[in-house]
């Protein structure tokens, strides 16, 4: 990914701030004297700012229609958080553990005692890591992500569009545009850290 300009941007939200719009000041410029472009959430700007509406009445539209789900690629990750490319240390959920008409009856207490906290917070480093091992350093960004504009884990996909029916809660996250690719990472709020 050499060669290709980079930004790095704080987005953040505090409870209550979001009720009328969310505006997103798009950076312009690339990096200049060591600094970076910048995202910046605030609320009612001027008209170079993206508002977007969190009003649930606004927002009141008809579901829109999402093709189905296409495989990129597969990955799973040993317990040294070390990514392993292909399905072979995947695990599977068999039909029959489902007998009972269909009801889970699993004992969540099960194997508490034996499990594996992750340490510190690996942010983006395993999506980092499969992007890498599919393309050769300074190959071509958006080929390997299949012309995605956004990289991101899908639960911040779903926190931030959850952001008008949940005005309490706060989020944060850094942006980093390489390309024409930006990355999303969450940032630990003070909220989340409680």
């Given at each position: ?11 953040h939200a505090e409870p209550g701030l979001l009720r009328r719009n969310i505006a997103l000041r798009l950076p312009t ?79 969540l207490n099960k194997g508490f005692n034996t499990f594996e906290e992750k340490e510190g917070d690996e942010k983006l ?70």
């Open positions: 990914m050499s060669g290709n300009s980079g930004q790095i941007a704080a987005i410029t690339g990096p200049q004297d060591g600094h970076f472009g910048v995202f910046l959430l605030v609320p009612n700007m001027d008209q170079s700012v993206l508002r977007i509406s969190v009003d649930k009445k606004t927002n009141d539209l008809t579901f829109p229609r999402f093709g189905q789900p296409q495989r990129l690629g597969e990955y799973t990750v040993t317990r040294d958080r070390c990514v392993v490319l292909g399905r072979e240390d995947a695990k599977y959920l068999y039909e029959a553990a489902l007998a009972d008409g269909g009801r889970v009856r699993f004992d480093d395993i999506l980092l890591d499969w992007i890498a091992s599919q393309a050769p350093r300074g190959g071509p960004l958006k080929k390997v992500l299949h012309e995605a504009d956004f990289l991101c884990w899908r639960g911040l996909l779903t926190r931030i569009a959850a952001t008008p029916f949940c005005p309490r809660d706060s989020w944060e996250f850094a942006a980093a545009r390489i390309g024409d690719v930006i990355f999303l990472c969450e940032r630990e709020t003070e909220e989340t850290r409680q």
